[in-house]
């Protein structure tokens, strides 16, 4: 195996790991929450609540973590380390400034935040999610500075620590409900997502000592490194922002449907975020600094192949994950919340909501990686420009198909945007790296297809047929349903791949197979 791809593999793996427990977390989390307080309105007010935080968040993260590791490789090169660790701790200075402020405002603003957000929530939901908004508005203080260690421990090639603020802030969750469920209800769970978005700050700190990194009280906003970090990071954080309103347009239109709506379309979101958290985020954040590091070196067909690579992965885990989630879906959804508060309306409701959002789940795996693929060529422009049409595209959909399908259409509209997404990213990619496509990738998404279509049958029949047959109730019951329907759907998958010949298949069995024979991958 080359050393890139060993490498490339190796920090897949270990992050593959860290978010396998992230979101095993993650779904406990949700499990907790399902069975203490089922598809209620006292959920819809916690998730419209935490809303603004997260889209903050997820704006900060996504642009920090995008734009921190070109910037810091370029001055550690360039002007060493010191000048590289002096550069940040000024972006880390403005950075907490800009969010205690934002907090502030936050704070003051909560009960105009809720009307803007839920404009269908009326008395106690409307009061308790004022209430809920203003506990958890500091965290995002916390999963900021989170966000800019976890760039710069990136930067550093050190991955692992940097995964553990998912997993702490879940943990603080699932302990708040266990613990507090009873008392305080749905603020318990607020003010534990808080104390583990805290956690997951501080605990990056000692590795980020460590790796020599001090902070230094100064603010030096005319040093040219913050000026470029502010020019690549705006339009990042534009572009974050438009895909974020998916998550807005939802819970705006959701909060005037039944209630239950916005916890439904959570819950089935949450089972479609493992194969995307677990194997999607693993690849992309993997592949990015080599993307990085061959269209800095001009070494296009080797940037193209890397792109390719990345996205034949994804859809060779995500296609069949989606066919498996859609057939599945009502054992899954019965197996891992149909306990205590979560009856048969919130399984139906959530059942309709992870049907239409599986139609969707190749499309946001393979964004993932596209997008990518335009910051690694500095493009940040393209994928703004496209993603303002994207969400054209979902707000029409969405108020098209919501009167006929209620909340399943606002699953259904997110799914046809995100593969409006795919094939507007593909096209204009392809533009900018000619020949993208001319290794073999329509010939491998059709055996994909077929691989998948096979396995679909065989899931098919034994979900159907098995039920009958299968005497135990209750989670057990739900347990050896899923078990031998998953079981028997990703045998015929792997034979099919075998049987098929793919490229991927073939390297992984032989590093398995000099893994067995030497004891490492990379000997």
Not at 158 to 165: S, Y
Not at 287 to 316: K, M, Y
Not at 441 to 463: D, E, H
């Amino acid at each position: 195996m080359p050393p890139l791809l060993g490498t490339i593999a190796r920090a897949t793996i270990i992050l593959f790991l860290l978010n396998f427990l992230s979101k095993t977390l993650g779904l406990v989390r949700e499990i907790v929450i399902a069975q203490q307080f089922g598809a209620s309105a006292e959920v819809d007010a916690y998730l419209v609540a935490f809303t603004l935080p997260s889209v903050l968040f997820a704006l900060i993260a996504g642009a920090l973590t995008t734009v921190v590791i070109p910037v810091y490789s370029e001055y550690a090169a360039r002007d060493g380390e010191a000048e590289a660790w002096r550069l940040f701790s000024t972006v880390g200075n403005v950075l907490l400034l800009l969010l205690t402020a934002l907090m502030g405002i936050g704070l003051l603003l909560a009960p105009w935040l809720v009307k803007i957000l839920a404009p269908g929530f009326t008395g106690e939901t409307e009061r308790l999610t004022v209430e809920l908004t203003r506990i958890m508005f500091p965290l995002l203080i916390f999963s900021g500075l989170s966000a800019l260690f976890n760039g710069l421990l990136n930067a550093r090639n050190i991955f692992g620590v940097t995964a553990l603020n998912a997993p702490l802030s879940n943990l603080g969750v699932i302990i708040a409900v266990l613990t507090t469920g009873h008392l305080w209800g749905v603020r318990g769970m607020a003010l534990g997502l808080l104390i583990g978005g805290m956690a997951g700050a501080l605990v990056q700190i000692p590795a980020l000592y460590k790796s020599g990194f001090r902070w230094r009280w100064e603010l030096n906003l005319r040093h040219p490194g913050l000026k470029k970090i502010l020019k690549l990071i705006m339009p990042i954080a534009v572009g974050l922002s438009i895909s974020q309103t998916y998550i807005l347009v939802d819970r705006i239109l959701a909060s005037g449907l039944v209630e239950g709506s916005i916890a439904a379309l959570n819950y089935a979101n949450r089972l479609i975020q493992m194969p995307l958290g677990l194997f999607v985020t693993a690849v992309g954040t993997a592949f990015f600094p080599a993307f990085t590091h061959r269209a800095a070196e001009g070494n296009w067909e080797s940037l193209r192949d890397g792109i390719r690579r990345g996205l034949r992965i994804v859809i060779l885990v995500c296609l069949p994950a989606a066919v498996g989630l859609m057939l599945l879906r009502e054992p899954l959804i019965a197996l891992f919340f149909q306990r205590g508060a979560f009856d048969a309306r919130a399984v139906d409701m959530t059942s309709i909501a992870l049907f239409f959002y599986s139609l969707g789940l190749v499309g946001q795996a393979g964004e993932f990686i596209l997008v990518r693929g335009f910051f690694s060529l500095h493009d940040t422009r393209t994928p703004v420009k496209l993603g303002i049409i994207v969400v054209l595209i979902n707000l029409a959909f969405s108020l098209l198909l919501i009167r006929p399908l209620q909340h399943g259409g606002l699953a259904l509209a997110n799914s046809l945007a995100a593969l409006t997404s795919l094939a507007l990213l593909s096209y204009y990619l392809n533009k900018r790296l000619p020949g993208l496509w001319r290794g073999g990738m329509g010939k491998f998404t059709l055996q994909i297809i077929l691989a998948s279509g096979v396995m679909g049958i065989v899931v098919y029949l034994i979900n159907q047929f098995g039920t009958g047959l299968i005497t135990l109730t209750g989670t057990l019951g739900a347990a050896t349903q899923v078990g031998l329907a998953v079981g028997a759907g990703l045998g015929i998958y792997l034979i099919m791949l075998l049987v098929l010949r793919l490229e991927e298949t073939q390297m992984i069995w032989a590093l398995a197979r000099r893994r067995r024979e030497t004891g490492s991958p990379n000997r």
